[in-house]
């Protein structure tokens, strides 16, 4: 089966008790549609678990570039960075500290939990970052489907030609049908912001498959089997 999953953000123990939940396999595959990583408490878990399953296939999302990025800049000064926060701006590693502080403050735990991997692991998973997809086309059963993590703008129709940043930062209005014969499958943008009934579950309409269902915020972690269109929840602990 394939199935379909988004925004993680470090829910860990959710996302194994959803694997569980769909009886995940070798036989399947799972795209995760972007932002396995930031907000919650176990980031460095969920990436660990995606390295080791190659039929888990990752997609970027706004917060996984943003990790990143912040990894790459510290993994050779990860134990002076954690003794001294200013470290990077005083040896000149980076000249604009503001958005590195503020990830540096709100990702602790995920810094804390990069240390202690033995430096093969921490190169391992700063590489696996380059696996990651900017969008996936598939088709299945004769029917075409884009997984991008935040959705496609308006005004572009060649998605090859998108800049990712575009891409992950994408907010469609759901109200509208963007393409007439291929389903976008999304996240980012949690669904009981625009649901009809404003319910954290997937959205099916207009030719999206909306499937953030706020995991990280205390809501719904949900997945989506594209072969058969059955959907899977599981409750959240509020981490954000
Ligand atoms: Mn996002």
Not at 25 to 34: A, F, K, M, Q, R
Request: glycine share 4%.
């Amino acid at each position: 089966m394939i199935y379909v999953m988004s925004d993680i953000h470090g829910c860990y123990d959710e996302y194994l008790e959803m694997l569980e939940k769909i009886n995940f396999s070798d036989n399947d595959t799972l795209y995760i549609v972007g932002d396995v990583c930031e907000r919650g408490p176990k980031v460095i878990d969920v990436l660990l678990h995606m390295m080791e399953h190659k039929n888990i296939i990752p997609i970027w999302g706004n917060h996984d570039l943003s990790t990143f990025n912040c990894l790459c800049i510290i993994k050779n000064h990860i134990d002076d960075v954690l003794y001294n926060k200013n470290y990077l701006i005083k040896h000149k590693v980076i000249n604009d500290s503001y958005y590195f502080k503020e990830w540096y403050y709100q990702e602790y735990e995920t810094l804390l939990a990069f240390r202690d991997l033995n430096s093969k692991k921490r190169e391992d998973l700063i590489n696996y970052f380059y696996s990651f997809k900017d969008y996936i086309n598939i088709n299945l059963n004769g029917k075409d489907y884009i997984l991008v993590h935040g959705g496609i703008p308006d005004d572009e129709n060649d998605i090859s030609s998108i800049l990712l940043d575009d891409l992950v930062w994408c907010r469609p209005d759901f109200r509208k049908k963007r393409f007439e014969n291929s389903i976008i499958v999304c996240g980012h943008t949690p669904t009981i912001t625009f649901n009809y009934d404003g319910e954290a579950k997937i959205f099916k309409d207009n030719n999206y498959f909306a499937i953030d269902c706020g995991a990280v915020f205390g809501y719904k972690l949900a997945c989506l089997c594209l072969d058969n269109g059955r959907e899977f929840y599981v409750d959240c602990n509020k981490y954000y």
